[in-house]
């Protein structure tokens, strides 16, 4: 290591983990911590508010996995930055993989979210639950198609008579 905790030795060779040298300070550390707990807090409130609200349990699941994400890696952040400190840049590592690793799960998760608004066989959305979380601007829109589809049906209908 050159002093900045950039570097850790695998397999006798030097790997960097930072592309730029970033001389990290206890300071630096415990801001991390205070936002970490910051983010934990919110999240979790979130989370605890989906849990006590169960009532669609095939979406929630997915949106709970994907809420998740934030404090997890939050967490890895802050635990990440405190090995470096202590110059554990090898373990520094491995947390950071897991962090990078559950963010996969919740792209996993937030993919599979987005195949259950869209009507996926298994656990289609229902046009009522769509229509719960309508804006005025997706109501004017949709009033104009459904204007347009009936229009168009009826010049239709007085060609086929």
């Not at 905790?5 to 030097?14: A, H, K, L, N």
């Not at 009532?55 to 635990?79: A, D, E, H, T, Y």
């Amino acid at each position: 290591s050159n002093g900045y905790g950039d570097t850790t030795r695998v397999s006798g060779m030097s790997v960097p983990l930072l592309a730029i040298p970033i001389r990290i300070s206890k300071g630096m550390c415990a801001m991390a911590s205070v936002a970490t707990l910051a983010t934990v807090a919110v999240s979790g409130n979130c989370i605890y508010q989906h849990l006590v609200n169960f009532m669609n349990p095939g979406q929630q699941k997915q949106v709970i996995r994907i809420l998740l994400l934030v404090p997890f890696v939050s967490l890895c952040s802050c635990i990440t930055l405190w090995l470096m400190y202590f110059k554990h840049d090898l373990a520094a590592a491995i947390v950071h993989t897991f962090a990078q690793s559950y963010e996969s799960y919740a792209v996993l998760s937030f993919t599979l979210l987005m195949f259950g608004y869209l009507g996926e066989e298994q656990e289609p959305v229902s046009y009522t639950h769509l229509r719960a979380h309508e804006t005025p601007e997706h109501l004017v829109c949709r009033l104009l198609l459904e204007k347009k589809k009936k229009k168009k049906q009826h010049t239709n209908d007085l060609v086929t008579i």
